[in-house]
């Protein structure tokens, strides 16, 4: 996401607090910075460890209290993979309808596009008279890493 665009959300996102009548707490705002600040998905928990880098005093349960807003929000997309743990995609709010491949050993999470996905949604408006607002295509394979080396060296972040 590009500054402007990281603005953009943040913002957005504040207009929501605000709209919702909810405090912007300095662990609060130190989620945000987070969430805002990275390409990366994440779990929750990795959330909590990256924002106490900005602000110590962020607690698990401000955490776990913001990102149902995020998601509210529709800034931030969650994702069930069927693990322990939800995964949230940061870049859902500026790319909503964007692909990912995930390493069903390692848990790596690749996005994509795709031209065809695009042709088949023109195809399925036109064919079948939907109006296609959104789509989530999910792949899981393995990852070469695991093919080259026999192991993944990226850990399971549930």
């Not at 990281?6 to 607090?17: D, G, N, R, T, V």
């Not at 698990?60 to 998601?71: D, G, I, K, N, S």
């Not at 994509?112 to 195809?123: A, P, V, W, Y």
Request: charge should be neutral.
């Amino acid at each position: 996401m590009a500054a402007p665009q990281k603005a953009h959300a943040k913002k957005k996102f504040m207009e929501f607090l605000g709209g919702k009548s909810l405090r912007i707490t300095s662990q609060r705002q130190a989620i945000i910075d987070t969430v805002f600040n990275t390409e990366e998905h994440f779990t929750a928990e990795q959330l909590l460890e990256w924002s106490r880098k900005l602000d110590k005093s962020v607690s698990r349960a401000t955490v776990y209290r913001t990102l149902p807003l995020l998601t509210e929000s529709g800034l931030v997309h969650e994702m069930d993979f069927g693990k322990d743990c939800k995964v949230y995609d940061p870049n859902y709010a500026d790319h909503p309808n964007h692909n990912h491949i995930i390493c069903q050993d390692c848990e790596k999470i690749v996005e994509f596009d795709s031209e065809k996905i695009e042709q088949l949604e023109g195809e399925i408006s036109h064919r079948l008279g939907f109006s296609v607002k959104t789509h989530r295509l999910q792949i899981t394979g393995s990852c070469d890493e695991l093919k080259k080396l026999g192991a993944c060296k990226k850990k399971s972040s549930c």
